[in-house]
Protein backbone atom coordinates (compact mmCIF):
# COMPACT_ATOMS: atom_id res chain seq x y z
CA UNK A 1 0.00 0.00 0.00
CA UNK A 2 1.46 3.83 -0.90
CA UNK A 3 2.33 5.90 1.30
CA UNK A 4 -0.25 8.30 0.21
CA UNK A 5 -3.20 5.43 1.00
CA UNK A 6 -1.94 5.21 4.29
CA UNK A 7 -2.20 8.59 5.24
CA UNK A 8 -5.82 8.66 3.01
CA UNK A 9 -6.83 6.10 5.52
CA UNK A 10 -5.34 7.53 8.62
CA UNK A 11 -6.70 10.94 7.86
CA UNK A 12 -9.87 8.86 8.05
CA UNK A 13 -9.51 7.01 11.29
CA UNK A 14 -8.41 10.29 13.02
CA UNK A 15 -11.48 12.41 11.54
CA UNK A 16 -14.03 9.94 12.67
CA UNK A 17 -12.66 9.14 16.01
CA UNK A 18 -13.27 13.20 16.22
CA UNK A 19 -16.75 13.05 14.84
CA UNK A 20 -17.19 10.03 17.34
CA UNK A 21 -19.34 8.79 14.76
CA UNK A 22 -19.99 7.54 10.66
CA UNK A 23 -22.13 10.01 8.59
CA UNK A 24 -25.37 8.23 7.57
CA UNK A 25 -25.36 10.02 3.52
CA UNK A 26 -22.76 9.64 0.74
CA UNK A 27 -19.17 11.25 1.32
CA UNK A 28 -18.32 13.09 -1.25
CA UNK A 29 -14.38 12.50 -3.21
CA UNK A 30 -12.33 13.46 -5.57
CA UNK A 31 -10.78 11.31 -8.12
CA UNK A 32 -7.93 10.78 -6.13
CA UNK A 33 -5.66 7.83 -6.85
CA UNK A 34 -6.09 6.30 -3.17
CA UNK A 35 -9.93 5.83 -3.63
CA UNK A 36 -10.06 5.48 -7.52
CA UNK A 37 -7.77 3.09 -9.61
CA UNK A 38 -9.76 3.86 -13.29
CA UNK A 39 -12.49 6.03 -13.73
CA UNK A 40 -15.07 4.98 -15.97
CA UNK A 41 -16.01 7.50 -18.42
CA UNK A 42 -17.67 10.42 -17.88
CA UNK A 43 -19.92 8.56 -15.20
CA UNK A 44 -19.57 8.57 -11.81
CA UNK A 45 -18.48 4.81 -11.80
CA UNK A 46 -15.27 4.29 -10.69
CA UNK A 47 -13.10 1.29 -10.21
CA UNK A 48 -11.93 1.34 -6.76
CA UNK A 49 -8.60 -0.63 -5.08
CA UNK A 50 -9.27 -3.59 -2.90
CA UNK A 51 -8.06 -2.25 0.23
CA UNK A 52 -10.08 0.89 -0.09
CA UNK A 53 -12.91 -0.83 -0.94
CA UNK A 54 -12.58 -3.05 2.46
CA UNK A 55 -11.58 -0.29 4.57
CA UNK A 56 -14.78 1.86 3.47
CA UNK A 57 -17.15 -1.14 4.41
CA UNK A 58 -15.24 -1.68 7.66
CA UNK A 59 -16.28 1.85 8.63
CA UNK A 60 -19.77 2.01 6.53
CA UNK A 61 -18.83 4.65 4.14
CA UNK A 62 -20.64 5.20 1.11
CA UNK A 63 -18.72 6.65 -1.71
CA UNK A 64 -20.26 9.38 -4.03
CA UNK A 65 -17.44 10.78 -6.81
CA UNK A 66 -17.34 14.07 -8.52
CA UNK A 67 -17.35 14.18 -12.13
CA UNK A 68 -14.25 14.26 -13.05
CA UNK A 69 -12.90 18.18 -15.08
CA UNK A 70 -14.75 21.33 -15.57
CA UNK A 71 -18.25 19.19 -15.43
CA UNK A 72 -17.42 18.32 -11.53
CA UNK A 73 -16.06 22.00 -10.36
CA UNK A 74 -18.88 22.90 -9.26
CA UNK A 75 -19.57 19.61 -7.15
CA UNK A 76 -16.98 20.70 -4.30
CA UNK A 77 -16.91 24.27 -4.32
CA UNK A 78 -18.02 24.35 -0.48
CA UNK A 79 -15.36 22.23 0.89
CA UNK A 80 -12.43 23.69 -1.27
CA UNK A 81 -13.27 27.05 0.21
CA UNK A 82 -13.77 25.54 3.71
CA UNK A 83 -9.84 24.37 3.09
CA UNK A 84 -8.82 27.26 1.65
CA UNK A 85 -10.11 29.30 4.53
CA UNK A 86 -8.25 27.13 7.12
CA UNK A 87 -4.86 27.16 4.59
CA UNK A 88 -4.73 31.26 4.98
CA UNK A 89 -5.68 31.76 8.68
CA UNK A 90 -3.23 28.93 9.84
CA UNK A 91 -1.02 27.89 7.49
CA UNK A 92 0.15 31.33 5.89
CA UNK A 93 2.86 31.74 6.84
CA UNK A 94 3.62 28.45 7.24
CA UNK A 95 4.33 27.41 10.71
CA UNK A 96 7.96 27.10 11.08
CA UNK A 97 8.22 26.59 15.18
CA UNK A 98 7.85 22.56 14.88
CA UNK A 99 10.28 19.66 15.63
CA UNK A 100 8.06 16.56 14.18
CA UNK A 101 5.00 15.64 12.43
CA UNK A 102 3.23 14.82 15.15
CA UNK A 103 3.75 18.21 16.82
CA UNK A 104 2.17 20.03 13.70
CA UNK A 105 -0.95 17.41 13.33
CA UNK A 106 -1.60 18.58 17.58
CA UNK A 107 -1.68 21.93 16.49
CA UNK A 108 -3.84 21.32 13.76
CA UNK A 109 -6.73 19.58 15.88
CA UNK A 110 -6.28 22.62 18.43
CA UNK A 111 -6.83 24.85 15.76
CA UNK A 112 -9.88 23.06 14.44
CA UNK A 113 -10.91 22.84 18.11
CA UNK A 114 -10.81 26.52 18.25
CA UNK A 115 -12.86 26.88 15.08
CA UNK A 116 -15.73 25.48 16.57
CA UNK A 117 -16.51 28.92 17.87
CA UNK A 118 -16.44 30.75 14.23
CA UNK A 119 -19.36 32.08 12.92
CA UNK A 120 -19.85 31.72 8.99
CA UNK A 121 -20.78 34.72 7.36
CA UNK A 122 -24.18 35.70 9.12
CA UNK A 123 -25.61 32.78 10.13
CA UNK A 124 -26.95 32.91 14.15
CA UNK A 125 -25.04 29.87 15.51
CA UNK A 126 -21.59 29.07 15.66
CA UNK A 127 -19.95 25.63 13.90
CA UNK A 128 -19.57 23.68 17.15
CA UNK A 129 -23.29 24.68 17.96
CA UNK A 130 -24.84 23.27 14.38
CA UNK A 131 -22.25 20.67 14.94
CA UNK A 132 -23.83 19.49 17.97
CA UNK A 133 -27.28 19.44 16.49
CA UNK A 134 -26.10 17.33 13.58
CA UNK A 135 -23.62 14.78 16.10
CA UNK A 136 -26.65 12.54 17.19
CA UNK A 137 -27.60 11.72 13.84
CA UNK A 138 -24.38 9.64 12.68
CA UNK A 139 -23.62 6.05 12.42
CA UNK A 140 -21.81 5.10 15.54
CA UNK A 141 -18.19 3.52 15.53
CA UNK A 142 -17.29 -0.07 14.53
CA UNK A 143 -16.17 -2.08 17.70
CA UNK A 144 -13.26 -3.87 16.10
CA UNK A 145 -10.70 -1.18 14.24
CA UNK A 146 -9.33 -1.21 11.25
CA UNK A 147 -5.36 -1.89 10.58
CA UNK A 148 -4.44 0.95 8.42
CA UNK A 149 -0.95 -0.11 8.48
CA UNK A 150 1.13 -2.92 6.03
CA UNK A 151 3.17 -5.52 7.58
CA UNK A 152 6.70 -6.84 6.28
CA UNK A 153 9.02 -9.50 7.53
CA UNK A 154 12.34 -7.89 6.63
CA UNK A 155 15.99 -9.98 7.73
CA UNK A 156 18.25 -7.65 10.22
CA UNK A 157 21.43 -7.27 8.30
CA UNK A 158 24.66 -7.79 9.58
CA UNK A 159 24.85 -4.01 9.97
CA UNK A 160 21.96 -3.91 12.87
CA UNK A 161 19.40 -2.88 9.87
CA UNK A 162 16.25 -3.98 8.47
CA UNK A 163 15.42 -2.34 4.60
CA UNK A 164 12.03 -0.95 4.27
CA UNK A 165 11.06 0.40 1.02
CA UNK A 166 14.50 1.43 -0.17
CA UNK A 167 14.72 3.15 3.14
CA UNK A 168 17.55 1.53 6.25
CA UNK A 169 15.94 1.66 9.81
CA UNK A 170 18.46 0.24 12.58
CA UNK A 171 17.54 -2.20 15.48
CA UNK A 172 19.27 -3.14 18.36
CA UNK A 173 21.96 -5.24 17.09
CA UNK A 174 21.45 -8.94 19.19
CA UNK A 175 18.98 -9.22 16.50
CA UNK A 176 21.26 -9.67 13.83
CA UNK A 177 19.95 -12.57 11.62
CA UNK A 178 16.52 -12.55 12.67
CA UNK A 179 13.47 -12.32 10.52
CA UNK A 180 10.78 -9.32 12.51
CA UNK A 181 7.55 -8.26 11.59
CA UNK A 182 7.24 -4.82 10.65
CA UNK A 183 4.44 -2.55 10.59
CA UNK A 184 4.84 0.48 8.24
CA UNK A 185 2.07 3.58 8.65
CA UNK A 186 2.19 7.07 6.71
CA UNK A 187 4.36 8.86 9.33
CA UNK A 188 6.39 6.24 11.11
CA UNK A 189 7.06 2.26 11.35
CA UNK A 190 6.92 -0.32 14.62
CA UNK A 191 9.52 -3.15 14.77
CA UNK A 192 8.14 -6.33 16.57
CA UNK A 193 10.14 -9.32 17.54
CA UNK A 194 8.02 -12.15 18.83
CA UNK A 195 5.13 -10.27 19.44
CA UNK A 196 7.30 -7.25 21.44
CA UNK A 197 8.16 -4.21 20.25
CA UNK A 198 12.03 -3.63 19.86
CA UNK A 199 12.30 -0.35 17.68
CA UNK A 200 9.94 2.59 16.63
CA UNK A 201 10.93 5.04 13.62
CA UNK A 202 10.13 7.91 12.32
CA UNK A 203 9.36 6.77 8.23
CA UNK A 204 11.71 8.36 6.09
CA UNK A 205 9.73 10.28 2.67
CA UNK A 206 13.02 10.07 1.00
CA UNK A 207 14.44 6.72 -0.98
CA UNK A 208 17.87 5.49 0.18
CA UNK A 209 18.01 6.88 3.12
CA UNK A 210 18.80 5.60 6.82
CA UNK A 211 17.49 6.21 10.31
CA UNK A 212 19.70 4.67 12.84
CA UNK A 213 19.41 4.87 17.19
CA UNK A 214 22.76 5.06 18.82
CA UNK A 215 21.34 3.39 21.21
CA UNK A 216 20.32 -0.04 19.00
CA UNK A 217 24.36 -0.15 18.49
CA UNK A 218 25.61 0.67 22.21
CA UNK A 219 26.92 -3.36 22.84
CA UNK A 220 28.60 -3.45 19.76
CA UNK A 221 30.35 -0.18 20.18
CA UNK A 222 31.54 -0.64 23.98
CA UNK A 223 33.59 -3.93 22.58
CA UNK A 224 34.83 -2.01 19.76
CA UNK A 225 35.13 2.07 21.13
CA UNK A 226 37.27 2.85 18.19
CA UNK A 227 34.71 3.35 15.85
CA UNK A 228 32.88 4.84 18.20
CA UNK A 229 33.67 8.72 17.06
CA UNK A 230 32.97 7.87 13.17
CA UNK A 231 29.79 5.87 13.38
CA UNK A 232 26.82 7.37 11.61
CA UNK A 233 24.47 6.69 14.53
CA UNK A 234 26.41 9.25 16.36
CA UNK A 235 25.92 12.18 13.72
CA UNK A 236 22.31 11.56 13.74
CA UNK A 237 22.06 11.47 17.43
CA UNK A 238 24.20 14.93 16.91
CA UNK A 239 21.38 16.50 14.67
CA UNK A 240 18.43 15.23 16.54
CA UNK A 241 19.79 16.65 19.77
CA UNK A 242 19.93 13.33 21.63
CA UNK A 243 23.88 13.26 22.01
CA UNK A 244 24.51 17.40 23.33
CA UNK A 245 27.84 19.31 23.96
CA UNK A 246 27.54 18.61 27.57
CA UNK A 247 28.06 14.73 26.22
CA UNK A 248 30.83 15.95 24.06
CA UNK A 249 32.36 17.81 26.92
CA UNK A 250 32.65 15.41 29.56
CA UNK A 251 33.94 12.63 26.48
CA UNK A 252 36.60 15.44 25.93
CA UNK A 253 37.79 15.38 29.43
CA UNK A 254 37.47 11.34 29.92
CA UNK A 255 39.75 11.36 26.88
CA UNK A 256 42.29 13.28 28.31
CA UNK A 257 42.04 11.31 32.19
CA UNK A 258 41.86 7.95 30.72
CA UNK A 259 43.27 7.65 27.35
CA UNK A 260 41.05 7.29 24.17
CA UNK A 261 39.71 3.28 24.00
CA UNK A 262 38.77 3.42 27.96
CA UNK A 263 37.30 7.48 27.62
CA UNK A 264 35.07 6.07 25.39
CA UNK A 265 34.17 3.40 26.92
CA UNK A 266 33.55 5.62 29.74
CA UNK A 267 31.02 8.00 27.91
CA UNK A 268 28.77 4.22 26.35
CA UNK A 269 28.65 3.23 29.66
CA UNK A 270 26.99 6.26 30.32
CA UNK A 271 24.87 6.51 27.54
CA UNK A 272 23.89 2.96 28.64
CA UNK A 273 22.48 4.71 31.63
CA UNK A 274 19.28 6.13 29.33
CA UNK A 275 17.87 2.85 29.26
CA UNK A 276 16.71 3.18 32.58
CA UNK A 277 17.05 7.18 33.21
CA UNK A 278 15.17 10.03 31.74
CA UNK A 279 17.30 11.51 29.42
CA UNK A 280 17.48 15.00 30.81
CA UNK A 281 18.70 13.33 33.99
CA UNK A 282 21.36 11.45 32.48
CA UNK A 283 22.63 15.23 30.44
CA UNK A 284 22.37 16.87 33.96
CA UNK A 285 24.17 14.28 35.84
CA UNK A 286 26.70 14.49 32.73
CA UNK A 287 27.08 18.59 33.87
CA UNK A 288 27.55 18.14 37.64
CA UNK A 289 30.07 15.14 37.27
CA UNK A 290 31.81 17.03 35.04
CA UNK A 291 31.78 20.04 37.33
CA UNK A 292 33.25 17.66 39.77
CA UNK A 293 35.80 16.26 37.76
CA UNK A 294 34.39 12.93 38.00
CA UNK A 295 34.84 10.98 34.47
CA UNK A 296 33.46 7.61 35.78
CA UNK A 297 29.63 6.06 34.55
CA UNK A 298 29.35 5.19 38.12
CA UNK A 299 29.58 9.16 39.41
CA UNK A 300 26.96 9.91 36.54
CA UNK A 301 24.73 7.55 37.72
CA UNK A 302 24.97 8.54 41.34
CA UNK A 303 24.08 12.37 40.14
CA UNK A 304 21.79 11.45 37.84
CA UNK A 305 19.91 9.78 40.27
CA UNK A 306 19.79 12.38 43.35
CA UNK A 307 18.57 14.48 40.45
CA UNK A 308 15.39 12.05 39.29
CA UNK A 309 15.26 11.77 43.48
CA UNK A 310 14.26 14.87 43.58
CA UNK A 311 17.33 15.66 45.57
CA UNK A 312 17.38 18.99 45.19
CA UNK A 313 17.06 22.21 47.18
CA UNK A 314 14.07 23.72 48.09
CA UNK A 315 15.19 27.50 47.19
CA UNK A 316 15.02 28.39 43.96
CA UNK A 317 18.57 27.39 42.30
CA UNK A 318 20.76 30.54 41.21
CA UNK A 319 21.44 29.89 36.93
CA UNK A 320 25.39 30.07 35.88
CA UNK A 321 26.41 32.83 34.34
CA UNK A 322 25.88 32.96 30.55
CA UNK A 323 28.44 31.48 28.19
CA UNK A 324 29.89 33.56 25.60
CA UNK A 325 27.91 33.51 22.00
CA UNK A 326 30.04 30.73 19.66
CA UNK A 327 29.24 29.21 16.36
CA UNK A 328 28.17 25.77 16.26
CA UNK A 329 25.31 24.26 18.58
CA UNK A 330 23.81 25.92 21.68
CA UNK A 331 25.07 24.45 24.71
CA UNK A 332 22.71 23.16 27.15
CA UNK A 333 22.31 25.37 30.52
CA UNK A 334 22.83 23.31 33.76
CA UNK A 335 22.81 24.59 37.46
CA UNK A 336 25.44 22.47 39.46
CA UNK A 337 24.30 21.26 42.78
CA UNK A 338 27.82 21.55 44.31
CA UNK A 339 27.89 25.07 43.36
CA UNK A 340 24.49 25.78 45.01
CA UNK A 341 25.23 23.86 48.47
CA UNK A 342 28.52 25.66 48.67
CA UNK A 343 26.93 29.16 48.50
CA UNK A 344 24.14 28.07 50.70
CA UNK A 345 26.45 26.73 53.74
CA UNK A 346 25.96 28.66 57.25
CA UNK A 347 28.99 30.89 58.35
CA UNK A 348 31.86 29.11 59.87
CA UNK A 349 32.64 31.16 63.20
CA UNK A 350 35.25 28.00 64.26
CA UNK A 351 38.60 29.48 65.75
CA UNK A 352 41.47 28.98 62.68
CA UNK A 353 43.10 25.44 63.85
CA UNK A 354 46.74 26.01 65.30
CA UNK A 355 49.78 23.92 65.51
CA UNK A 356 51.25 26.06 68.97
CA UNK A 357 50.78 22.37 70.82
CA UNK A 358 52.98 20.92 68.42
CA UNK A 359 56.28 23.08 69.10
CA UNK A 360 56.87 21.22 71.92
CA UNK A 361 57.94 18.30 70.07
CA UNK A 362 60.15 19.78 67.93
CA UNK A 363 61.50 21.34 71.21
CA UNK A 364 62.05 18.03 72.35
CA UNK A 365 63.44 16.32 69.39
CA UNK A 366 66.11 19.45 69.17
CA UNK A 367 67.48 19.25 72.54
CA UNK A 368 70.34 16.94 74.17
CA UNK A 369 69.36 13.38 74.80
CA UNK A 370 67.94 12.06 78.11
CA UNK A 371 70.76 10.76 80.30
CA UNK A 372 70.63 7.13 81.47
CA UNK A 373 69.43 8.06 85.25
CA UNK A 374 66.87 10.48 83.28
CA UNK A 375 65.83 7.76 80.64
CA UNK A 376 65.32 5.55 83.90
Not at 86 to 93: A, C, I, S
Not at 211 to 239: C, I, M, N
Not at 284 to 310: C, F, S
Request: glycine share 8%.
Amino acid sequence: MPKPQQAFFEGHVHALSVLGGVPRGKVRYDNLKAAVAQVLGFSRQRTEPERWIAFRSHWGIESFYCRPGIEGAHEKGGVEGQIGYFRRNHFVPVPEVVATLAELNEMVDRWDLEDEGRRIRSRPRTIGEYFAVEQPQLKPLPVEPFETGRWFTPRVDRYGQITVRTNRYSVPVRLIGKTLRVLLHASELVVFDDGREVARHERLSTQGGSRLVLDHYLEALVRKPGAFPGATALEQARSAGRFTPVHDDWWDAARAAHGDKEGTKALIEVLLLARHMSHEHVVAGLAVALRAGALTADAVALEARKIADGDLPDQPMPSPPPEPAAAGPTRATVTFLADWRLSHLPPDTRPLPSVAAYDQLLRRRGGSAPSKGEAT
